[in-house]
Every structure is written in structure tokens, then in C-alpha cells.
């Protein structure tokens, strides 16, 4: 089954830095996707994006995160991170992972990971 799975979330300071995982399996690879993705939900929020990389290596962030947050992409691996640093109270989420990829039969599908809690706080 295709699986997108974060870690890498959990409770920090402000000021602080913490890097999330992406781990794709079961059919997706991330280097063949068209994007991969960090979205980040708030409660009484909708989710929004963060940052994300293209087929070619291109990356885009959200203006709120510029300059603090890194993603990047590891083929080998077949996962994709996010580096977050000099977090503050507002980028407490949860944040998802997400795949503008493939399914087995090579038709473009969209997949979501399950999310993992980041919580900013003193």
C-alpha cells in the first residue's frame, strides 16, 4: 500500500529547531513526483502550505516561512524533510506531508501522510 509517514514532531521552544521526516513506500518515489509537499494545519485553521520541491529540484516557500525553513529531498532515501528553525508559537501544527505523484499504474494521484504534531511553546 503507498504510505507517506512523518516523525520528527514533538514539543520546542521558541527559537528553537526541529527537522520533520517524510518517508515515502509502497509505490511512490520521490524523486519521479511531480511535487512533494509540507502543509501545516492550526485548530480553527485551514491547512496551508509550507514549502515545496518540484520533479527538478526547485524549491518554493511559504513568505512565512522564508529564511527559517529548509525542505530538501533524499532519493536514496526516498523520503523528504523539512528543517524548521527559529520556530515560534505560530507554526504550532500539525504538519503533513503530501505527493502530487503516481499510482502503480502511472496515473498523476495526490497522497497525504497522516500528520505529526509540532507544538511550539515555553
Known amino acids: 500500500q503507498v504510505q507517506l509517514v512523518e516523525s520528527g514532531g514533538g514539543l520546542v521552544q521558541p527559537g528553537g529547531s526541529l527537522r520533520l521526516s517524510c518517508a515515502a513506500s509502497?509505490?511512490?518515489?520521490?524523486?519521479?513526483?511531480?511535487?512533494m509537499a509540507w502543509y501545516r494545519q492550526a485548530p480553527g485553521k485551514q491547512r496551508e502550505l509550507v514549502a515545496d520541491?518540484?520533479?527538478?529540484?526547485?524549491?518554493k516557500y511559504a513568505e512565512f516561512v522564508k529564511g527559517r525553513f529548509i525542505m530538501s529531498r533524499d532519493d536514496a532515501e526516498n523520503a523528504v524533510y523539512l528543517q524548521m528553525n527559529r520556530l515560534t508559537p505560530e507554526d504550532t501544527a500539525v504538519y503533513y506531508c503530501?505527493?502530487?505523484?503516481?499510482?502503480?499504474?502511472?496515473?498523476?494521484?495526490?497522497?497525504w501522510g497522516q500528520g505529526t504534531q509540532v507544538t511550539v511553546s515555553s
Open positions: 509502497g509505490g511512490i518515489f520521490v524523486f519521479s513526483c511531480n511535487v
Open positions: 520541491i518540484r520533479f527538478g529540484g526547485g524549491t
Open positions: 503530501y505527493s502530487d505523484c503516481y499510482d502503480p499504474l502511472g496515473y498523476r494521484t495526490d497522497y
